[in-house]
């Protein structure tokens, strides 16, 4: 198994600044994987963070807004940029051992943009 | 791509009473099947998976599920549930890495 932590655990922000939120897993995994969740909805793959290398956006999400860094295998940040209201969520990282394993979640990061 | 879907968006039912909630899943290759449960205020959990053999397979608090493949199905169950059930409850669809979840099915247990 493995524990992952996210900093911050909740924010509050104003409109047009960024947040950056870290994922830090206690042991190598193969892949990472950022997630939102909007209130009162599902969760939706926002991209996957390759390490070393630019991530994989899902279709409606772009580099410029969200951000990712994978330094290395244990840790990976997301940045959401230049927020507005509509960027009000909790963001989930998910790390798995390896593709035919459990996706392991963090305790997400709750941010309200005002 | 993969999708999932859950049948039901709120459940309602008094302590004791069973639980079946529906979970079908779209893809043409090989998944990994979950359950999640998201107690108010609190992360995820994992209530159980599904990568092979057994198609009825047993998870923490009493909760199974069984695999049917021919249904695309993976139907959560609890012969008996308890009010601290009450919780929101996903069902994920996982295919090289990436999972994809359901809506979510709100429990509501009154006791």
């Known amino acids: 198994s493995a524990v992952i932590s996210q900093k911050p655990s909740r924010d509050i922000c104003q409109r047009g600044t960024s947040l950056t939120i870290q994922c830090q897993v206690d042991?190598?995994?193969?892949?990472m994987f950022w997630y939102r969740q909007q209130p009162g909805q599902s969760l939706t793959l926002i991209a996957t963070?390759?390490?070393?290398?630019?991530?994989?956006?899902e279709s409606g999400f772009v580099i410029d807004k969200f951000p990712i860094s994978r330094p290395n295998l244990t840790f990976s940040t997301l940045t959401v940029s230049n927020m507005s209201p509509e960027d009000s969520s909790i963001y989930l990282c998910?790390?798995?051992?390896?593709?035919?394993?459990?996706?392991?979640f963090g305790q997400g990061t709750r941010l309200t943009v005002v | 791509a993969q999708s999932v879907s859950q049948h039901n968006h709120h459940v309602i039912l008094s302590e004791a009473a069973s639980l079946e909630l529906g979970c079908n899943y779209s893809?043409?290759?090989?998944?990994?099947l979950f359950w999640y449960v998201q107690y108010p205020g609190q992360h995820l959990q994992l209530l159980l998976k599904?990568?092979?053999?057994?198609?009825l397979v047993k998870g923490i608090k009493g909760f199974e599920a069984e695999f049917i493949k021919s249904k695309f199905s993976f139907n959560l169950r609890k012969p008996s549930v308890q009010w601290s059930d009450t919780a929101e409850y996903f069902c994920?669809?996982?295919?090289?890495?990436?999972?994809?979840f359901g809506d979510g099915t709100t429990l509501t247990v009154k006791p």
């Open positions: 998910s790390a798995n051992s390896d593709m035919n394993t459990e996706a392991f």
């Open positions: 042991s190598q995994v193969t892949m």
């Open positions: 963070a390759n390490q070393g290398s630019e991530a994989t956006y």
């Open positions: 893809y043409g290759g090989t998944v990994n």
């Open positions: 599904y990568f092979s053999g057994d198609p």
């Open positions: 994920a669809v996982n295919a090289w890495g990436k999972s994809t």
